[in-house]
């Protein structure tokens, strides 16, 4: 079973709608979880962080995490067409133990 | 503005040939790391360096090399004895990772001619 796991896409939502993007990982110690956002070709870019139960909103981005359930997603709401990238999820299981899933492709069609 | 420097953009390495792939950061970050990136697979560790003169190896560590003379500067040696190393390498940073993730240099894009 891989630590980190995602679905691959590609997820494909039209302009303005909700796009939903879903992970889950193995290992029950784990601490803090990431989300980047990684456009073709490019480094990925770091756009939302949570460490608790529940959810965090920044702007349109929301981070839901549940530890019991060991899935953490994220939501982004008023998709754009320049939403579409690749977004990773990361999770920190020990301090200097950072493991990536392979990432979720996502299109915004206008 | 401070940042992680990679260089170069784009490299290409004959058979049997070692390259050396430069990281640079002006973040005054104590860490940093060292990770490869394939098509369809997550990032991959090859070797972290918490302090000057220490460095760790990754998951993937085989036929890579670092140093970490200065806490500014982190090159990466991929030699020839690292057989598929057609690969997005990634440098990253960080001050505190379990709570602030990492920052990403551009990357560097290697390939076998």
């Known amino acids: 079973q891989k630590e980190v796991e995602q679905n691959s896409g590609p997820l494909s939502v039209p302009e303005g709608a909700i796009a939903s993007l879903n992970c889950t990982y193995s290992?029950?110690?784990?601490?803090?979880f990431f989300w980047y956002r990684q456009y073709s070709g490019k480094s990925p870019e770091l756009i939302m962080s949570i460490y608790s139960n529940g959810d965090k909103e920044d702007g349109r981005f929301t981070a839901q995490l549940n530890k019991a359930s060991q899935y953490v997603s994220l939501l982004i709401r008023d998709s754009q067409p320049s939403d579409s990238a690749t977004y990773l999820c990361a999770v920190n299981v020990y301090n200097n133990d950072m493991r990536f899933g392979a990432g979720t492709r996502l299109t915004v069609k206008p | 503005d401070g940042g992680i420097t990679q260089s170069p953009k784009y490299l290409f390495r004959k058979e049997g040939q070692n390259v050396t792939l430069s990281c640079e950061q002006n973040?005054?970050?104590?860490?940093m790391y060292w990770y490869r990136q394939d098509p369809g697979q997550g990032l991959r560790l090859i070797y972290y360096?918490?302090?000057?003169?220490?460095?760790q190896k990754g998951d993937i560590a085989e036929g890579y090399s670092v140093s970490r003379e200065k806490k500014e500067s982190f090159p990466l040696t991929v030699t020839s004895a690292q057989k598929n190393p057609t690969a997005f390498y990634l440098c990253?940073?960080?001050?505190?990772?379990?709570?602030?993730?990492?920052?990403f240099g551009s990357g560097t894009r290697l390939t076998v001619v």
């Open positions: 290992d029950r110690v784990s601490q803090s």
């Open positions: 360096s918490q302090i000057v003169n220490d460095f």
């Open positions: 990253a940073s960080s001050i505190d990772m379990a709570a602030r993730g990492y920052t």
């Open positions: 973040l005054n970050h104590d860490a």
